[in-house]
C-alpha cells in the first residue's frame, strides 16, 4: 500500500483518534478533543493516509540537534515503519544526523527498531513506572559530490543507459546525490560551446524528490561551471522544478520562458586591477 505522509491537523482530530484509542499508548491523545489539545499546545504529529484514510501516527519533535519520535501507531502492515522513515527523511533536511524514541522495554519492540536501525543505548523508567528502552539510529549524511567509478550501477538505473561508460571512471562534470553510500540522484554539466554550460534537469528516486535536493544539486553543478570558465548557464524548466523555484532564484537564476539562466559574475577590470595592485 503507497502512503502519504503529512502533518496531522485539526480535521484530523477525530480520525487520530480513532487510531490511538485501541493502542492504550500512555499519553496518546484518544479523543478528538485530547489531539486539539496536544496540537495547540506544540505537539506536531505525522500520519500515513491512503485513499482518505488514516493507517498510521506518529509524534516528532527536535530537541537540541537531535530528532525524537514516540507515540507511533500503525492500523495497516509497513505503516509504522514507513512513518518512522519520513521522520529520518526529516532529520535529514534539516540536518540532523541523530533520532532518537523510547519504548516499552520487550524483546519484541526492540527487535523490531533493530531492523529498523536502532540500537539500545539506555535503560529507564517510564513515567508510570514501567521499564523502558532508549533507542538511537545515526542517520547518514546526504551529500552531492563527483561521480565515481562505483556509482556506475546507480546512476545506469536512474538514467535508464547502459553504465559502462561510468563504469571507465569518473566523468567531467556528473555529480551524484547520496544518502550515505546509496546513490540517489544524479545531474551533469556540459560544455555546449562559446562559454555556454548546459545543465541537466536533476534525476532523483521518487522518495527524496521535494525535498530542496534538486536546488542543491543544481548549485552543485553551477559551481563546477562557474570554476571552469563558463561565463553562463541554462537549464530546461521541467516541471519537476516547480517547487524548487525559490531556492533557485536565490541562487541567481532567472526564468526565462522554457529555460532556467544563470550568469556568472565576473568583476570589471578596474576592480580587478585593484584586487592585485
Same mark, same amino acid.
Given at each position: ?9 485539526? *480535521? *484530523? ?11 492504550? +499508548?500512555? @499519553? ?5 478533543? =485530547?489531539? #486539539?489539545?496536544? !496540537? /495547540? ?33 500503525? &492500523? ?5 515503519? /514507513? ?6 527523511? @526529516? ?17 519484541? +519492540? =526492540? ?18 513506572? =514501567?521499564?523502558?528502552?532508549? %533507542? ?5 549524511? +546526504?551529500?552531492?559530490?563527483? /561521480?565515481?567509478?562505483?556509482?556506475? #550501477?546507480?546512476?545506469?538505473? +536512474? %538514467? ?9 571512471? &569518473? ?5 551524484? &546525490? ?12 556540459? *560544455? ?12 532523483? %528516486? ?30 530546461? !524548466?521541467?516541471?519537476?522544478?516547480? =517547487? ?34
Amino acid at each position: 500500500m503507497e502512503f502519504i505522509f503529512r502533518l496531522a491537523g485539526s *480535521d *484530523d482530530a477525530a480520525a487520530v483518534a480513532r487510531l490511538y484509542s485501541p493502542s492504550r +499508548l500512555p @499519553g496518546s491523545p484518544e479523543s478528538a478533543g =485530547e489531539f #486539539e489539545r496536544m !496540537a /495547540q499546545t506544540g505537539h506536531a504529529f505525522l500520519v500515513a493516509e491512503s485513499g482518505g484514510h488514516l493507517y498510521g501516527a506518529v509524534r516528532f519533535r527536535d530537541d537540541e540537534g537531535i530528532g525524537w519520535f514516540d507515540l507511533l501507531v500503525s &492500523a495497516r502492515p509497513w505503516a509504522g515503519a /514507513q512513518l518512522v522513515r519520513a521522520v529520518e527523511r @526529516g532529520c535529514q533536511d534539516r540536518g540532523l544526523r541523530l533520532v532518537r524514541t523510547r519504548c516499552e522495554d520487550w524483546a519484541l +519492540l =526492540e527487535d523490531y527498531f533493530a531492523r529498523l536501525g536502532y540500537l539500545p543505548i539506555g535503560r529507564g523508567t517510564s513515567e508510570s513506572g =514501567e521499564p523502558e528502552l532508549l %533507542l538511537e539510529r545515526r542517520l547518514p549524511l +546526504l551529500t552531492v559530490r563527483e /561521480q565515481r567509478r562505483t556509482d556506475a #550501477e546507480a546512476i545506469g538505473g +536512474l %538514467l535508464d543507459e547502459d553504465p559502462w561508460v561510468f563504469e571507465q571512471g &569518473a566523468r567531467p562534470g556528473w555529480f551524484v &546525490a547520496s544518502d550515505g553510500d546509496r546513490v540517489i540522484g544524479v545531474i551533469q554539466c556540459a *560544455d555546449v560551446g562559446r562559454g555556454l554550460a548546459r545543465i541537466s534537469v536533476p534525476v532523483l %528516486l521518487a522518495a527524496y524528490r521535494g525535498r530542496g535536493l534538486e536546488a542543491w544539486m543544481v548549485q552543485r553543478a553551477a559551481e563546477y561551471a562557474e570554476t571552469n570558465g563558463f561565463h553562463s548557464a541554462e537549464m530546461d !524548466a521541467d516541471r519537476s522544478l516547480a =517547487e524548487s523555484r525559490k531556492a533557485l532564484e536565490e541562487r541567481y537564476w532567472v526564468l526565462d520562458g522554457q529555460v532556467w539562466k544563470r550568469v556568472f559574475f565576473t568583476p570589471k577590470s578596474d576592480e580587478y586591477d585593484e584586487q592585485w595592485d
